[in-house]
């Protein structure tokens, strides 16, 4: 019998690439999707869709019943942010135990409510729950190529059993930092995305490098004043989950967030650059007008996030860059 030692819930490309990371490192995976065609498909491949070029290792299951993956004492949550909560109330009743404790893998903020993950499945799940956010592309990570992340654990997870889940879930070419600061590392994830766009923007405009560095470096900006107001810390948006995977997703190729923002700049439609990536989810576009909500909220001027959300509203790109070059001039 199949005795998962981790059970990943969601088979996206993300969640699908750590199974196959843990998998190949010697844990045995149970790899739950909703889709009942889709998971017939992977486990006759052995492959993912958007992952063609990496077969799954043998200690790797897929399957559209959640039943191995329930069973393990480890859950991880890898469904797209805005439908993760009530995929979960939906979820957790089938489970005839719950695990300890429970690690997101999504980017977002919930347009619903603004809150986190962690702080909106504490309440479903009725247990704790952390954030593993980073720089990563899911085709790297499932390749082997080494990757550094961040695991964020609440603080009433202890010391020891934080360092285990560390040790457990790091291999040879995934390196896991521990933290503490679980509202950060996800603010970051979520605001990353954001900015990414807007670095889509410049270049898709192409208004060169020099543009760019600055509108990273001032977004980073943006991304530390909401993190330290909502009571995150300013070391984590100066690590791994905030100026690092900013970094990745500003001028990764890879990057879906960048590369609708560089594509809205070239002139296409926000609903035409959507359907060029194939419909796939572009997380800023969920979480800008959550991040502007919040920021309102606590009297912060975000500039750039609120330019990417005009840009969403069907204003001229020139326009935003416009109105960010003529602001009132400032003390950095």
């Given at each position: 019998?199949?005795?998962a030692?981790i059970?990943?819930?969601?088979?996206?490309?993300?969640?699908t690439?750590?199974a196959?990371t843990w998998?190949?490192?010697g844990?045995?995976v149970?790899?739950w999707?909703?889709?009942?065609?889709?998971?017939?498909q992977?486990a006759a491949?052995r492959r993912?869709?958007?992952l063609?070029d990496?077969?799954?290792?043998?200690?790797?299951?897929t399957s559209d019943?959640?039943?191995?993956?329930?069973?393990?004492?480890?859950?991880?949550?890898?469904?797209?942010?805005q439908v993760?909560?009530?995929?979960?109330?939906?979820l957790?009743p089938?489970?005839?135990?719950?695990?300890?404790l429970v690690?997101?893998?999504?980017k977002?903020?919930?347009?619903?409510?603004?809150?986190?993950l962690s702080?909106?499945l504490t309440g479903?799940?009725?247990?704790?729950?952390?954030?593993?956010?980073?720089?990563?592309f899911?085709d790297?990570?499932?390749?082997?190529?080494?990757?550094a992340?961040?695991?964020?654990l609440?603080?009433?997870?202890s010391d020891?059993?934080?360092k285990?889940l560390q040790a457990?879930?790091?291999s040879?070419k995934?390196?896991i930092?521990l933290?503490r600061d679980?509202?950060?590392?996800?603010?970051c994830?979520?605001l990353?995305n954001?900015?990414?766009?807007?670095?889509?923007?410049?270049?898709?405009?192409?208004?060169?490098y020099?543009a760019?560095a600055a509108?990273?470096?001032?977004?980073?900006?943006?991304m530390?004043r909401?993190?330290e107001?909502?009571g995150?810390?300013?070391?984590?948006?100066?690590g791994?989950?905030g100026?690092?995977?900013l970094l990745l997703?500003a001028t990764g190729p890879?990057s879906r967030n960048r590369?609708?923002?560089?594509?809205?700049?070239?002139g296409?439609s926000?609903d035409a650059?959507?359907d060029?990536?194939?419909?796939?989810?572009?997380e800023?576009?969920?979480?800008?007008?959550?991040a502007l909500d919040?920021?309102q909220e606590h009297?912060?001027d975000l500039p750039?996030?609120?330019e990417v959300q005009?840009?969403l509203n069907?204003?001229r790109p020139e326009?935003?860059?416009?109105?960010?070059m003529?602001?009132?001039l400032?003390s950095e």
């Amino acid at each position: 019998m199949f005795r998962a030692d981790i059970g990943v819930f969601g088979s996206g490309a993300w969640g699908t690439a750590l199974a196959i990371t843990w998998a190949r490192a010697g844990a045995k995976v149970a790899l739950w999707g909703t889709f009942p065609d889709e998971m017939a498909q992977m486990a006759a491949t052995r492959r993912h869709l958007r992952l063609k070029d990496v077969a799954f290792p043998d200690n790797l299951q897929t399957s559209d019943d959640p039943a191995a993956a329930f069973a393990a004492p480890l859950w991880i949550s890898a469904m797209p942010t805005q439908v993760t909560p009530e995929a979960w109330r939906s979820l957790r009743p089938r489970a005839e135990q719950a695990p300890e404790l429970v690690i997101h893998v999504s980017k977002g903020i919930l347009q619903s409510t603004h809150q986190t993950l962690s702080q909106a499945l504490t309440g479903v799940l009725d247990v704790p729950v952390g954030a593993l956010s980073g720089p990563t592309f899911a085709d790297e990570v499932s390749r082997g190529v080494p990757s550094a992340i961040v695991l964020a654990l609440p603080q009433t997870v202890s010391d020891e059993r934080a360092k285990a889940l560390q040790a457990q879930l790091s291999s040879e070419k995934l390196r896991i930092y521990l933290s503490r600061d679980v509202v950060g590392t996800e603010l970051c994830g979520a605001l990353k995305n954001v900015l990414a766009i807007a670095a889509g923007l410049v270049d898709g405009l192409k208004l060169g490098y020099n543009a760019r560095a600055a509108l990273i470096t001032r977004g980073l900006a943006e991304m530390a004043r909401l993190v330290e107001v909502l009571g995150g810390q300013p070391s984590t948006v100066m690590g791994l989950a905030g100026m690092g995977d900013l970094l990745l997703t500003a001028t990764g190729p890879q990057s879906r967030n960048r590369t609708f923002g560089e594509l809205v700049g070239r002139g296409q439609s926000v609903d035409a650059a959507r359907d060029a990536l194939g419909g796939q989810v572009i997380e800023g576009m969920f979480t800008c007008e959550a991040a502007l909500d919040l920021a309102q909220e606590h009297g912060l001027d975000l500039p750039i996030a609120a330019e990417v959300q005009r840009l969403l509203n069907g204003e001229r790109p020139e326009e935003a860059v416009r109105r960010l070059m003529t602001r009132s001039l400032k003390s950095e």
